[in-house]
C-alpha cells in the first residue's frame, strides 16, 4: 500500500514564507512526476507545480518567481518552498504522485492535504 504524507503547513503573515513536504511510502517501485495542487473553499483543485523524475518543473503562472519545487528522489519525496506569500495563496494543498507499483504497473496517488494561511 502507498501512502502521501504532507507536512509543513500552517499560518503565516502576507509575505512570509512556508517550506511543504511529501514523502511517499510503501511498495514502490518508481515514481515519475510529483507535484502540488491547491483547492480554496468553494473552489475547484488547481495545479501549482509539479517536477519529473528528471527534475523537470513546470509551475501556474500565479506562482511563478515565488513558489520553487523540489525533490530527492532517494527519498521519494517533494518539497515546495513557498516564498513572498500573499493571502489568496490561502488553500489545503495537496502533494500528488505518479507511481509504479511493479514494472509497468501505474497509478496515481493524492495525499491527504495540508492547509496553508496567509493572513494579510
Known amino acids: 500500500q502507498v501512502q502521501l504524507v504532507e507536512s509543513g503547513g500552517g499560518l503565516v503573515q502576507a509575505g512570509g514564507s512556508l517550506r511543504l513536504s511529501c514523502v511517499a511510502s510503501?511498495?514502490?517501485?518508481?515514481?515519475?512526476?510529483m507535484g502540488w495542487y491547491r483547492q480554496a473553499p468553494g473552489k475547484r483543485r488547481d495545479l501549482v507545480a509539479t517536477?519529473?523524475?528528471?527534475?523537470?518543473?513546470n509551475y501556474a503562472d500565479s506562482v511563478k518567481g515565488r513558489f520553487t519545487i523540489s525533490r530527492d528522489n532517494a527519498k521519494n519525496t517533494v518539497y515546495l518552498q513557498m516564498n513572498s506569500l500573499k493571502p489568496e495563496d490561502t488553500a489545503v494543498y495537496y502533494c500528488?504522485?505518479?507511481?509504479?507499483?511493479?514494472?509497468?504497473?501505474?497509478?496515481?496517488?493524492w495525499g491527504q492535504g495540508t492547509q496553508v494561511t496567509v493572513s494579510s
Open positions: 500528488n504522485a505518479d507511481i509504479e507499483l511493479t514494472a509497468g504497473v501505474w497509478n496515481d496517488y
Open positions: 510503501g511498495s514502490i517501485f518508481s515514481i515519475n512526476a
Open positions: 517536477i519529473t523524475s528528471s527534475r523537470r518543473a
